[in-house]
């Protein structure tokens, strides 16, 4: 084989890597926004027509039994439905990440489940009830939901609708960084969040750094109001 053959073909061999290597971050950086944007429609879409039904029914947290609620014979309350799984039952808004941010929450946080909007974490507790209510997004690809997330700081609001009700959280500190296998931070009490007893949370989650997956940026946040969807918006929109 001639030296020119050589180069020849190194050279087309290098001109190729190089076009797959444009198509993969063309993809990674446009088409997986495109797919989330579609997706992400469809499940808003989906939560608009459930909603304008009935079919959701969260409601907000009932108040402590009181003794004669307990007293045998005293009517229960039901339980509410179960989240079906991958599909929506909320929505999330983000003032601090610029108006018209807002994602829809599905239930898991696999993988395609993902790509379609953020994801809740099974287990951990529902919008506004006692407990810590957990969220998962990417930080990048797939609409880039959390790209901003290093942004948020104590006061700001997070806004969670479930259809019936307004749920405000207010975030009390920095996102804090830790590792993957760190599941305390979505404990009912996550650790090394700063509260120190059962409350009402909500602990957002996403990858870092910016491009890579090796940590996790993690936002806690508590239930500072509520208030029924027909009272409008909450003023927190504006804050």
Known sequence: MSVRLIVRTFSELCITIGALIVLFVVYVLFWTGVKAAGATEGQIDDLQRQWARGAISAPAPAPAPSASASA??????????????????????????????????????EVKTLQKGLGHYRGTARPGATGNFAVAGHRRTYGDPFKDFPKLRPGDPVLVTDGTTWFTYRIDKKPYRTVPSDIGVIDPVPRKSGFDGPGRYLTLTTCDPEWGSSHRLIAWAHLDATQPVTDGRPAAFHS
Not at 82 to 105: C, H, N, Q, T, V
């Open 72 to 109: 045998p014979g005293a009517p229960k309350t039901p339980a509410p439905k179960a989240y079906r799984d991958g599909k929506p039952f909320a929505m999330l808004y983000i003032p601090r990440f610029g108006k018209g941010w807002d994602w829809p929450i599905l239930e898991n946080t």
